[in-house]
């Protein structure tokens, strides 16, 4: 199984900060990497497909760049609503699998 | 729009059996690929497993194969989830979820599943 290492686990930051999320597949993955994020008693939602396309709706705000083994999440500015636990998953193989999430909170 | 619209929440015992249904509207079951994903209290998520509508094939996580059976009904347009030999280890908020090419886009409300003696 391809495992999903994303850091950090949890994050703190104010209202109008850039905040960035890491994700590290254990293999080539090329960019078959989606970003979710989840807020607390809901389902999660898809933000970024293809590890840098934004799904239709989502805020400019989201961002996602990568290939390979690495990649990254970006929240340009941070809002109140933003918080949430953000998970990668990948789909080069199967099992799908899904990072261990990065729960954002405000400072 | 695709919704997808899950069964209640299940009590069951150590060594029961739990079926959650997922009932699809907005499009017909026929053009979707639906997929299981799990999450325990406090956790991350889990895929289960999906179906291909092309080919009717299931494939399951190697972790709940022998204990897990997906199936559907194209009548009603429901998809079922049906995990055995259940432990605590089980209790979990099981969703729904439409794959697009690997990609989750459409989410149940989940349905929370407590396994207790």
């Known amino acids: 199984d391809i495992q999903m290492t994303q850091s950090p686990s949890s994050l703190s930051a104010s209202v109008g900060d850039r905040v960035t999320i890491t994700c590290q597949a254990s293999q080539d993955i090329s960019n078959f990497l989606n970003w979710y994020q989840q807020k607390p008693g809901k389902a999660p939602k898809i933000l970024i497909y293809?590890?840098?396309n934004l799904d239709t709706g989502v805020p400019s705000r989201f961002s996602g760049s990568g290939s390979g083994t690495d990649f990254t999440f970006t929240i340009s500015s941070l809002q109140p609503e933003d918080i949430a636990t953000y998970y990668c998953q990948q789909y080069d193989n199967l099992p799908y699998t899904f990072g261990l999430g990065t729960k954002l909170e405000i400072k | 729009q695709v919704q997808l619209v899950q069964s209640g929440a299940e009590v069951k015992k150590p060594g029961a059996s739990v079926k959650v249904s997922c009932k699809v509207s907005g499009h017909t079951l026929t053009e979707l690929s639906i997929h299981w994903v799990r999450q325990a209290p406090g956790k991350g998520l889990e895929w289960m497993g999906g179906i291909d509508p092309e080919t009717a094939k299931t494939t399951y996580a190697q972790r709940f194969e022998g204990r897990l059976i997906m199936t559907e009904d194209t009548s009603t347009d429901t998809a079922y989830m049906e995990l055995s030999s259940l432990t605590s280890e089980d209790t979990a908020i099981y969703y729904c979820?439409?794959?697009?090419?690997?990609?989750?886009?459409?989410w149940g409300l989940g349905t929370l599943v407590i396994v207790s003696s």
């Open positions: 979820t439409t794959n697009q090419i690997g990609m989750f886009d459409s």
């Open positions: 293809d590890a840098s």
